[in-house]
Every structure is written in C-alpha cells, then in structure tokens.
C-alpha cells in the first residue's frame, strides 16, 4: 500500500517495537510522541505544510496543459533501456506560476498512485528561510517525509536516533548518514518521487552541495524520478551539478489558465454591485489577452481593480496597468500610500519587517511587533492590530501562510523589488532594533 508524505498526516500507527538484542531493546508504546521525536530529529522542516497553501490557492484546471506535455508523460513512463533522464526542469520566468505547476504535478502523482507501493516528498525553496534551508536540512526533509510514509521505522535509523540520545544534550543526524540511509529508504517503495520548487530561491552557497547530493541519491535509486522548478539559469547549474540530459518544460501561463484564473477572483468579488457585464468583459479582454505570460501580473492586476469600490473607478484602475511587474508595484504602493493615515502606516510598517527580518515572522510576533511604542514600559495590548487588519492594509502583497502561520510577501519578485526602494522605510535597521530592545525590556515578557 502506498504511503507518501500526505498520508503521514493523518497517520494512525498506535505502536512499533524493533529489539537490538539485550541492551538495544526499544520500546516505543505512543508513537504520536516518540515517532514524531525521531522524524524531527531527522530534520525539523516541515515541507509538506508549505505544499497545503499552495494546493487550496489552486484554481482548477490551471496548469493542466503541463500534465498533458509530451515531456511529463515521458518522464512518468518506465524507461529501463535510460532513453528518458529520470529528471525533469520545469523552467520560466518570475511570476509564470511555476510553484503552482510543482504543486499540481505533486497532488497529481497522490492521486494517481493512491493504491501502489510509491512514495512521494516535495521540497518548496524560499529566499525567506534561506539560514534553515541548508542541504543537511533539504535533504533530510526529503528522508524524514519518505520515512513518514513507511509503516515501520527503519532499524538502522532507530539505533541512530538512540545513540544520538545519549550524547549531551543530543545530537543532529549528519548529511553523511542521511546519504547512506537513504538508498535502503528508497528501496522499500516499488517507485519514489521528490518535486522541488524554486531552486533559484535555494541559498547559492550551498546550491551546488544540494544538487551533488540529490544526484548521488538518483544515481544510487533507480527508480527514482526529479520533478525540478526554478528561474532559466539555473539549467546552467544542473547541466554542472546534476545532470546534463534533463528534460525541459518551459512554464508560461496559457490564455486559458489566466481566464479560468479570472473568473474565480470575479465569482469571489468583495464589491460585487461594483461590476456589470460590460466590465468584466472588459477585464477579461484586457488582464487575459494582453497580460497572460506572468500569471503574477494578472494576480496584481485583478486584484488592483477589484479594490475599487464603483464601477467607475474600477474601469479607471482597468485602463491605468501597466505591463511590468516594477510598474505593477509601483501601482500597489500607491495604493498602500492612499488609504488613510493609519492604514497607509500600517502597511508600509508591515512590509518593512516581513522584507527586512532575518527569518519568517509568525503572525502573532508581526502583530506584537507592530504595536511597540519604543521607550513605554510595556505593551499596550488595545494597541495590537488584528491579522486581518494588517493584511488588509498590504492590500494583497502579503499574505499568512496557513499552515504554519508565518507571514510572506506574495512573491519573491516583490522582496526583490523592495531592496530597490529604500526611500519606502526611514531607518528601518534601527526602527527594527529598538522595536526588540524594547519589548526585550517589557515588564510583561
């Protein structure tokens, strides 16, 4: 029976024993606890939930014309004679929608092999969490999400986690030993798969280590399929690192992806007496046909219109895009800058901490974050702002992941573009150091 990394999400295993001889008997009698310690222990990161917002923003029958390529198929079918690279690059420009194509092909290959001995892991690359996305942490995520999906631990993995136990305040289990367990992993499923998105947003220093490594893990696992993502030139650095002979898809959106697109953003109209039907022609005219190549473009775009309130202003909004993401930022700041005082502030501030912190806030910290008044004694908790009240004041450019709760600008296009608008935030290393000296030195905390 297959057992792939969604399954481990509800997985119901009330018990496990594995006996080393006398002094290496393990007991574990509640593996809700001592299962999910060991998985852990193989690596922190918890991929799969990134994998879960992803899929519920999907818009159905967007992106099917990849599941359909001639390049997918290939690479799906059984190909002893090595006609086929067991690896597949999934290339295209910022904004194309190449997470949603990971996401897709990801939920695709579950779906098709509910009832085979297959496992699958994803991985999801963000310039974020770069500091914890090191190839020890990457590829450990890919064993603990293979492991998940196997009704028994593996004994050499148990004996592993129990010496490392017995060390002074315990001890991380090393790239080495994730390498040489994996193979023995892999080999109890019939097939394996492992999709990554976003290579591009993987830290570049150790970018080349992580493909070493995931080629040692194919070369050692032939049944084992690459499912890739990531910006043009990184062909260059699998071509290096990887392998030479990988397919290539190239991700652009199709007229119809943008349209299906549309019509689900217009079905969730916040304004709905704000549009008639000559205007939503007018909108799928122009965002569908004139703005189909960056699936991000016409998310900004929709989404800039819809915050209009009358027909009128919403048509004005429509027939001001322009056709760059730069432009379309631009377009949203104005926005931001717009709204009444307080809100304005609020939204500059917002963005200003998610684009500048040195790791993912959780939507809570943001929100304490945002209500310290430097130099009070304590927090004034009628001043913190409401989650929906800031993302409401980003009017779209960020958003609260789900799963984890963590706070994200939509796109890594948009970090990238900040960095280029440093008039945006007045001081703001040092807004951002007294902001934690302060609340560091509140009575309450």
């Known amino acids: 029976m297959k057992r792939n990394f969604s399954q481990y999400l509800s997985d119901n295993v009330n018990c496990f024993n594995v006996s080393g001889g006398s002094n290496n008997s393990i007991s574990f009698t509640t593996v809700r606890d001592e299962r999910s310690e060991l998985l852990k222990w193989i690596c922190p990161l918890e991929s799969w939930k990134r994998h879960q917002d992803v899929s519920a923003t999907r818009v159905k029958g ?3 014309w990849v ?10 079918e059984e190909q002893r004679d090595g006609s086929v690279d067991r690896t597949l690059f999934c290339g295209g420009i910022p904004g194309a929608g190449k997470t949603f194509v990971c996401s897709l092909v990801i939920d695709t290959l579950c779906d098709n092999t509910a009832l085979s001995n297959v496992g699958i892991a994803c991985l999801y690359c963000d310039y974020r969490g770069q500091e914890e996305q090191v190839t020890v942490n990457m590829i450990g995520s890919l064993l603990r999400q293979f492991v998940a999906g196997q009704p028994e631990i593996p004994e050499e993995l148990i004996q592993a986690f129990q010496a490392a136990k017995s060390h002074l305040g315990g001890r991380a289990l090393s790239l080495d030993k994730i ?3 994996f193979p023995q992993v892999l080999a109890s499923f019939d097939k394996t798969f492992i999709c990554i998105d976003a290579l591009d947003e993987f830290l570049v220093e150790h970018r080349a280590e992580f493909l070493r490594c995931l080629k040692q893990v194919i070369e050692e696992s032939p049944n084992t399929r690459l499912f890739l993502t990531g910006r043009p030139y990184i062909q260059a650095e699998l071509d290096k ?3 030479k ?5 190239t991700v652009q959106p199709s007229q119809d992806d943008v349209t299906r697109f549309l019509i689900k953003k217009l079905e969730n109209d916040p304004e709905p007496e704000a549009m008639d039907d000559c205007l939503r022609s007018e909108i799928m005219e122009r965002i569908a046909k004139e703005h189909s190549e960056i699936f991000l473009l016409a998310t900004l775009h929709i989404d800039a219109v819809l915050g209009e309130v009358t027909i009128g202003d919403r048509r004005e909004k429509l027939h001001e895009i322009k056709n760059g993401l730069d432009d379309a930022y631009n377009a949203n700041l104005e926005r931001i800058q717009r709204q009444r005082r307080a809100k304005a502030r609020l939204g500059i501030a917002t963005l200003m901490w998610i684009s500048l912190v040195e790791r993912p806030l959780h939507i809570d910290e943001l929100c304490h974050a945002l209500a310290v008044n430097v130099g009070s004694k304590d927090i004034d908790t009628g001043k913190i702002p409401s989650p929906e009240t800031i993302l409401g004041s980003c009017l779209g450019l960020v958003t609260v992941d789900q799963g984890t709760s963590t706070v994200r600008l939509i796109h890594a296009t948009l970090q990238e573009y900040l960095r280029t608008r440093p008039d945006l935030f007045q001081n703001p290393h040092s807004t951002i150091a007294e902001v934690c000296l302060s609340y560091l030195n509140f009575q309450s905390v």
Do not use: F
Request: glycine share 8%; no cysteine.
């Open 179 to 181: 390498l040489e367990i």
């Open 245 to 249: 002979s990988a397919s290539i898809i």
């Open 62 to 64: 967007v992106g099917d």
């Open 67 to 76: 599941l359909g390529s001639r390049e997918l198929q290939a690479w799906l």
């Open 241 to 243: 690192h990887l392998t």
